[in-house]
Protein backbone atom coordinates (compact mmCIF):
# COMPACT_ATOMS: atom_id res chain seq x y z
CA UNK A 1 0.00 0.00 0.00
CA UNK A 2 1.64 3.28 -0.92
CA UNK A 3 1.66 6.19 1.87
CA UNK A 4 -0.18 9.05 1.49
CA UNK A 5 1.52 12.33 0.11
CA UNK A 6 2.92 14.51 2.69
CA UNK A 7 1.69 18.15 2.41
CA UNK A 8 4.58 20.35 2.14
CA UNK A 9 4.33 24.45 3.21
CA UNK A 10 6.22 26.89 1.04
CA UNK A 11 7.14 30.47 3.30
CA UNK A 12 8.79 32.55 1.32
CA UNK A 13 8.84 36.61 1.79
CA UNK A 14 11.86 39.36 1.94
CA UNK A 15 14.59 39.84 3.94
CA UNK A 16 13.52 40.38 7.90
CA UNK A 17 9.89 39.76 7.14
CA UNK A 18 9.41 37.56 10.04
CA UNK A 19 9.57 34.19 7.98
CA UNK A 20 12.08 32.11 10.94
CA UNK A 21 9.58 33.50 13.87
CA UNK A 22 6.94 32.79 12.63
CA UNK A 23 8.35 28.96 11.67
CA UNK A 24 9.15 29.09 15.13
CA UNK A 25 6.28 29.99 16.61
CA UNK A 26 4.43 27.20 14.38
CA UNK A 27 6.71 24.60 16.16
CA UNK A 28 5.86 25.57 19.52
CA UNK A 29 2.54 25.51 18.71
CA UNK A 30 2.00 21.96 16.37
CA UNK A 31 -1.27 20.91 17.59
CA UNK A 32 -0.76 17.76 16.97
CA UNK A 33 1.31 17.13 14.49
CA UNK A 34 4.88 16.16 13.59
CA UNK A 35 6.57 18.88 12.24
CA UNK A 36 9.85 18.69 10.14
CA UNK A 37 11.39 22.43 8.58
CA UNK A 38 13.54 22.94 5.73
CA UNK A 39 15.54 26.09 5.98
CA UNK A 40 17.15 27.52 3.08
CA UNK A 41 19.41 30.52 3.05
CA UNK A 42 21.54 32.84 0.92
CA UNK A 43 24.63 33.13 2.68
CA UNK A 44 27.27 30.53 4.56
CA UNK A 45 26.22 30.46 7.84
CA UNK A 46 23.00 28.90 8.19
CA UNK A 47 21.55 30.85 11.39
CA UNK A 48 17.86 30.29 10.72
CA UNK A 49 18.29 26.48 11.30
CA UNK A 50 19.55 27.56 14.50
CA UNK A 51 17.37 30.56 15.56
CA UNK A 52 15.03 27.06 14.95
CA UNK A 53 16.87 25.06 17.16
CA UNK A 54 16.41 26.95 20.10
CA UNK A 55 13.11 26.54 20.25
CA UNK A 56 12.74 23.85 22.21
CA UNK A 57 9.60 22.30 20.43
CA UNK A 58 9.18 18.21 21.43
CA UNK A 59 7.09 18.30 17.68
CA UNK A 60 10.45 18.85 15.99
CA UNK A 61 13.91 17.77 17.14
CA UNK A 62 16.96 18.63 15.41
CA UNK A 63 16.53 15.61 13.08
CA UNK A 64 13.52 17.30 11.46
CA UNK A 65 15.50 20.34 10.34
CA UNK A 66 18.06 20.68 7.55
CA UNK A 67 20.05 23.31 6.26
CA UNK A 68 20.37 24.18 2.87
CA UNK A 69 23.30 27.20 2.69
CA UNK A 70 25.32 28.67 0.12
CA UNK A 71 22.70 29.06 -3.05
CA UNK A 72 19.13 30.07 -3.52
CA UNK A 73 16.65 26.78 -3.31
CA UNK A 74 15.15 27.78 -6.06
CA UNK A 75 18.71 27.76 -8.27
CA UNK A 76 19.43 24.40 -6.62
CA UNK A 77 16.16 22.11 -6.39
CA UNK A 78 18.30 18.94 -8.12
CA UNK A 79 21.15 19.45 -6.01
CA UNK A 80 20.25 20.40 -2.55
CA UNK A 81 16.23 20.12 -2.23
CA UNK A 82 15.52 16.94 -3.81
CA UNK A 83 18.52 14.86 -0.99
CA UNK A 84 16.50 16.98 1.73
CA UNK A 85 13.34 15.76 1.03
CA UNK A 86 14.38 12.22 0.74
CA UNK A 87 16.58 12.72 4.02
CA UNK A 88 13.26 14.01 5.61
CA UNK A 89 11.20 11.27 3.94
CA UNK A 90 13.31 8.48 5.18
CA UNK A 91 12.79 9.83 8.95
CA UNK A 92 11.11 7.01 11.15
CA UNK A 93 7.97 8.22 12.02
CA UNK A 94 7.57 10.25 9.32
CA UNK A 95 6.87 14.08 9.29
CA UNK A 96 3.03 14.94 9.34
CA UNK A 97 3.82 18.12 7.49
CA UNK A 98 7.02 19.83 5.67
CA UNK A 99 7.82 23.54 6.22
CA UNK A 100 10.18 25.02 4.04
CA UNK A 101 11.58 28.51 4.93
CA UNK A 102 12.98 29.89 1.05
CA UNK A 103 15.72 32.52 1.48
CA UNK A 104 15.07 36.04 1.26
CA UNK A 105 15.62 36.30 -2.24
CA UNK A 106 14.06 33.29 -3.77
CA UNK A 107 11.57 32.87 -6.17
CA UNK A 108 9.00 30.21 -5.43
CA UNK A 109 7.77 29.09 -8.68
CA UNK A 110 10.69 27.36 -9.84
CA UNK A 111 10.63 25.52 -6.24
CA UNK A 112 6.33 25.29 -6.66
CA UNK A 113 7.87 23.70 -10.46
CA UNK A 114 10.36 20.89 -8.98
CA UNK A 115 7.66 19.32 -6.97
CA UNK A 116 6.34 18.26 -10.45
CA UNK A 117 9.33 15.74 -10.88
CA UNK A 118 8.59 11.94 -10.56
CA UNK A 119 11.53 11.49 -7.69
CA UNK A 120 8.99 13.64 -5.70
CA UNK A 121 5.90 13.81 -6.66
CA UNK A 122 4.50 10.36 -5.69
CA UNK A 123 5.68 11.37 -2.39
CA UNK A 124 5.11 15.30 -1.62
CA UNK A 125 2.56 17.61 -2.31
CA UNK A 126 2.35 21.67 -1.38
CA UNK A 127 -0.12 22.39 1.10
CA UNK A 128 0.05 26.25 0.19
CA UNK A 129 2.85 28.66 -0.41
CA UNK A 130 2.59 31.29 2.35
CA UNK A 131 3.82 34.92 1.25
CA UNK A 132 5.22 36.38 4.66
CA UNK A 133 5.31 40.08 4.34
CA UNK A 134 6.92 43.31 6.53
CA UNK A 135 3.43 45.60 7.45
CA UNK A 136 5.52 48.05 8.97
CA UNK A 137 7.35 48.36 6.16
CA UNK A 138 4.80 48.39 3.57
CA UNK A 139 2.84 50.95 5.87
CA UNK A 140 5.60 52.86 4.52
CA UNK A 141 5.58 52.46 0.94
CA UNK A 142 8.42 50.08 1.15
CA UNK A 143 8.45 46.67 0.20
CA UNK A 144 11.85 46.61 2.55
CA UNK A 145 12.57 48.09 5.57
CA UNK A 146 15.83 50.36 4.14
CA UNK A 147 14.91 52.98 1.34
CA UNK A 148 18.55 54.06 1.10
CA UNK A 149 19.87 50.96 0.08
CA UNK A 150 17.20 50.44 -2.69
CA UNK A 151 18.01 54.14 -3.71
CA UNK A 152 21.18 53.48 -3.44
CA UNK A 153 20.95 49.99 -5.92
CA UNK A 154 19.18 52.45 -8.44
CA UNK A 155 21.77 55.26 -8.44
CA UNK A 156 24.07 52.24 -9.28
CA UNK A 157 23.03 51.59 -12.67
CA UNK A 158 21.81 54.83 -14.11
CA UNK A 159 20.42 52.79 -17.28
CA UNK A 160 18.14 51.25 -14.88
CA UNK A 161 14.11 51.50 -16.65
CA UNK A 162 12.23 49.27 -14.76
CA UNK A 163 11.17 48.12 -11.03
CA UNK A 164 14.39 47.05 -8.99
CA UNK A 165 15.27 43.42 -8.14
CA UNK A 166 14.62 43.57 -4.54
CA UNK A 167 10.50 44.84 -5.58
CA UNK A 168 10.46 42.20 -8.28
CA UNK A 169 11.25 39.38 -6.03
CA UNK A 170 9.00 41.10 -3.87
CA UNK A 171 5.91 40.60 -6.34
CA UNK A 172 6.77 37.30 -7.73
CA UNK A 173 6.48 36.50 -4.03
CA UNK A 174 3.07 37.73 -3.77
CA UNK A 175 2.64 36.37 -7.01
CA UNK A 176 2.89 33.02 -6.12
CA UNK A 177 1.20 33.04 -2.82
CA UNK A 178 -2.19 30.52 -1.78
CA UNK A 179 -1.77 33.04 1.92
CA UNK A 180 -0.63 36.48 2.41
CA UNK A 181 0.54 36.82 6.03
CA UNK A 182 1.31 40.49 7.16
CA UNK A 183 3.50 40.94 10.17
CA UNK A 184 4.81 43.34 12.88
CA UNK A 185 0.92 44.78 12.93
CA UNK A 186 2.04 45.24 16.61
CA UNK A 187 4.37 47.93 15.18
CA UNK A 188 0.87 50.06 13.42
CA UNK A 189 -1.98 51.96 14.34
CA UNK A 190 -4.96 51.84 12.42
CA UNK A 191 -4.17 54.48 9.49
CA UNK A 192 -0.94 52.63 8.99
CA UNK A 193 -2.64 49.39 8.77
CA UNK A 194 -4.73 50.31 6.20
CA UNK A 195 -1.86 51.31 4.21
CA UNK A 196 -0.29 48.03 4.52
CA UNK A 197 -3.39 46.44 3.18
CA UNK A 198 -3.98 48.63 0.83
CA UNK A 199 -0.41 48.34 -0.72
CA UNK A 200 -0.59 44.09 -0.41
CA UNK A 201 -4.43 44.38 -1.99
CA UNK A 202 -2.64 46.45 -4.92
CA UNK A 203 0.54 44.00 -5.28
CA UNK A 204 -1.96 40.56 -5.54
CA UNK A 205 -2.88 39.11 -8.79
CA UNK A 206 -5.80 37.39 -7.32
CA UNK A 207 -7.79 36.87 -4.40
CA UNK A 208 -6.05 35.55 -1.58
CA UNK A 209 -6.83 35.59 1.99
CA UNK A 210 -4.76 38.15 3.61
CA UNK A 211 -4.43 37.66 8.01
CA UNK A 212 -2.43 39.43 10.37
CA UNK A 213 0.38 38.74 13.05
CA UNK A 214 2.37 39.84 15.64
CA UNK A 215 5.40 38.85 16.99
CA UNK A 216 5.23 35.70 14.78
CA UNK A 217 2.21 34.62 16.67
CA UNK A 218 -0.43 33.04 13.91
CA UNK A 219 -2.84 29.84 14.91
CA UNK A 220 -1.43 26.79 12.85
CA UNK A 221 -4.43 25.76 11.75
CA UNK A 222 -4.91 29.36 9.55
CA UNK A 223 -1.49 28.13 7.82
CA UNK A 224 -1.72 25.14 7.80
CA UNK A 225 -3.72 22.28 6.06
CA UNK A 226 -4.79 24.45 3.37
CA UNK A 227 -4.50 21.33 0.87
CA UNK A 228 -4.44 23.15 -2.22
CA UNK A 229 -1.90 21.15 -4.39
CA UNK A 230 -0.72 24.39 -5.51
CA UNK A 231 1.88 22.40 -7.73
CA UNK A 232 -1.27 21.86 -10.13
CA UNK A 233 -2.34 25.42 -10.72
CA UNK A 234 1.27 26.98 -10.34
CA UNK A 235 2.03 27.59 -14.15
CA UNK A 236 -1.26 30.28 -13.93
CA UNK A 237 0.68 32.25 -12.01
CA UNK A 238 2.74 35.05 -13.99
CA UNK A 239 5.89 36.41 -12.94
CA UNK A 240 8.63 38.80 -13.96
CA UNK A 241 10.54 35.51 -14.20
CA UNK A 242 8.62 33.51 -16.60
CA UNK A 243 10.69 33.84 -19.56
CA UNK A 244 14.06 33.10 -18.06
CA UNK A 245 15.73 29.94 -18.16
CA UNK A 246 18.19 30.63 -14.98
CA UNK A 247 18.71 33.62 -12.42
CA UNK A 248 21.26 34.87 -9.82
CA UNK A 249 21.42 37.26 -6.99
CA UNK A 250 24.36 38.74 -7.99
CA UNK A 251 22.56 42.26 -6.55
CA UNK A 252 23.39 40.94 -2.93
CA UNK A 253 26.42 40.18 -0.85
CA UNK A 254 26.83 38.16 2.81
CA UNK A 255 29.08 38.28 5.03
CA UNK A 256 29.81 36.38 8.29
CA UNK A 257 31.36 38.75 11.21
CA UNK A 258 32.51 37.53 14.71
CA UNK A 259 31.32 39.31 17.81
CA UNK A 260 32.53 39.41 21.09
CA UNK A 261 30.74 38.78 24.40
CA UNK A 262 28.79 41.56 25.29
CA UNK A 263 28.55 43.17 28.77
CA UNK A 264 25.35 44.83 27.77
CA UNK A 265 22.45 43.60 25.32
CA UNK A 266 21.23 47.01 25.04
CA UNK A 267 24.82 48.39 23.86
CA UNK A 268 25.05 45.98 21.69
CA UNK A 269 21.79 46.59 19.66
CA UNK A 270 23.12 49.99 19.48
CA UNK A 271 26.09 48.93 17.84
CA UNK A 272 24.02 46.46 15.59
CA UNK A 273 21.85 49.71 14.52
CA UNK A 274 24.73 51.57 13.40
CA UNK A 275 25.43 48.93 11.15
CA UNK A 276 22.63 48.62 9.88
CA UNK A 277 22.75 52.17 8.95
CA UNK A 278 25.70 51.79 6.69
CA UNK A 279 24.19 52.47 3.04
CA UNK A 280 23.06 49.23 1.72
CA UNK A 281 23.13 46.94 4.49
CA UNK A 282 19.35 45.34 4.64
CA UNK A 283 19.76 42.56 7.36
CA UNK A 284 21.40 41.29 10.13
CA UNK A 285 20.65 38.34 12.50
CA UNK A 286 22.96 36.45 14.81
CA UNK A 287 23.93 35.18 18.09
CA UNK A 288 26.38 36.70 21.06
CA UNK A 289 26.97 35.36 24.64
CA UNK A 290 26.73 38.12 27.37
CA UNK A 291 28.74 38.21 30.46
CA UNK A 292 27.56 36.27 33.52
CA UNK A 293 24.34 34.99 31.03
CA UNK A 294 23.82 30.78 30.46
CA UNK A 295 21.87 31.72 27.78
CA UNK A 296 23.03 32.96 23.95
CA UNK A 297 21.25 36.30 23.09
CA UNK A 298 19.34 36.35 19.87
CA UNK A 299 19.69 39.61 18.12
CA UNK A 300 17.75 40.57 14.56
CA UNK A 301 17.53 43.49 12.81
CA UNK A 302 15.68 44.73 9.80
CA UNK A 303 16.87 48.35 8.68
CA UNK A 304 17.04 50.29 11.83
CA UNK A 305 14.27 47.97 13.87
CA UNK A 306 16.41 45.74 16.10
CA UNK A 307 15.04 43.24 18.59
CA UNK A 308 17.33 40.95 20.94
CA UNK A 309 15.72 38.25 23.05
CA UNK A 310 18.00 35.69 25.44
CA UNK A 311 16.76 31.93 23.64
CA UNK A 312 18.24 29.23 24.52
CA UNK A 313 21.55 27.49 26.49
CA UNK A 314 24.72 27.86 25.52
CA UNK A 315 25.87 23.67 25.10
CA UNK A 316 28.30 22.17 27.58
CA UNK A 317 30.46 21.92 24.53
CA UNK A 318 30.11 25.02 22.80
CA UNK A 319 32.06 27.76 22.27
CA UNK A 320 30.39 30.85 23.60
CA UNK A 321 31.22 32.81 20.18
CA UNK A 322 29.04 35.40 18.87
CA UNK A 323 28.51 35.49 14.84
CA UNK A 324 26.32 37.81 12.71
CA UNK A 325 25.25 37.46 9.61
CA UNK A 326 25.19 40.98 7.79
CA UNK A 327 23.16 40.97 3.97
CA UNK A 328 23.25 43.86 1.77
CA UNK A 329 23.08 45.19 -1.59
CA UNK A 330 26.47 44.25 -3.88
CA UNK A 331 28.68 46.12 -2.63
CA UNK A 332 28.06 47.55 0.46
CA UNK A 333 30.80 49.06 2.74
CA UNK A 334 31.77 45.58 4.94
CA UNK A 335 34.41 47.92 6.81
CA UNK A 336 32.15 50.06 8.01
CA UNK A 337 30.18 47.38 9.05
CA UNK A 338 32.72 46.11 11.01
CA UNK A 339 33.91 49.32 12.53
CA UNK A 340 30.46 50.22 13.80
CA UNK A 341 30.38 46.49 15.63
CA UNK A 342 33.48 47.32 17.18
CA UNK A 343 32.51 50.80 18.28
Known amino acids: ?93 RPDHILIETSGLALPKPLVQAFHWPAIRGRVTVDGVVAVVDGAALSEGRVAADPEALAAQRAADPSLDHEDPVEEVFEDQI ?27 EALPRAVHVVTSAEGKLDPGVMLGLGLATEADIENRRTHHDEELDHDHDDFDTIVMDIPEATDPAALAARVTAACAVPGVLRAKGFCP ?54
Do not use: Y
Open 175 to 201: ACADLVVMTKTDLLDAPALARAQAAIA
Open 1 to 93: MSLARIPCTIVTGFLGAGKTTLIRHMLQNPQGRRLAVIVNEFGDVGMDAEILRGCGAEACDESGIIELANGCICCTVADDFVPALDALLALDP
Open 290 to 343: VVGKPLRLLVQAVGQRVSHQFDRAWGAAEARQGRLVVIGLKGFDQGAVGRALAA
